[in-house]
């Protein structure tokens, strides 16, 4: 199904931004889409044992502390999950990687963190499964598109540092 098709379809609103392929988020902060929503930063762990799959969504400009949040989750050994994992869990490829991608996660595998500090933000930036579009919805409707999908969020402060800039 068309990511944009299904959040039409659960009432999910939202602003579209079409562009050239970014793979970072300095690529991203030249893009002109307007101020006031936050942008983000996803990234795809595993825990030592390939058990648990962990997608964390923070703002652009935070560095994660992976092995405090390691301690924080109660998961060992937390790492980047490999391309073939991303693609298996998520039907993503690197570059790609966004909150909006559990909905290829109908069982339920992946586990969702959101970063607090999104939270004081009227909406999120997010790529509607390709890195060529940036889509703008509102936090209430991020949460959602979570619940609709099955995935509760854990909503924490992530540990870690917001670079300066």
Known sequence: MDICDFLHENGITYERYDHEPVFTCEQADR?????GSAKTKNLFLKDRKGRRHILVTVGAAKS?????????LDA???SFASP??????LGLSPGSVTILGVINDPQ?????????????????????????????????DVMRFLSV????????????????G
């Open 31 to 35: 893009l002109d889409i307007p101020d």
């Open 64 to 72: 994660v502390d992976i092995k405090a949040l390691e301690a924080l």
């Open 76 to 78: 060992k050994g937390l």
């Open 84 to 89: 073939e994992r991303l693609e298996r869990y």
């Open 108 to 140: 339920g595998l992946v586990e969702v963190v959101v970063d607090e500090d999104l939270l004081a933000y009227p909406a999120m930036q997010c790529h509607p499964l390709t890195n060529t579009s940036t889509l703008v919805i509102s936090m209430e």
């Open 149 to 164: 999908t099955g995935h509760t969020p854990r909503v924490l402060v992530v540990p870690g540092r917001v670079a300066d």
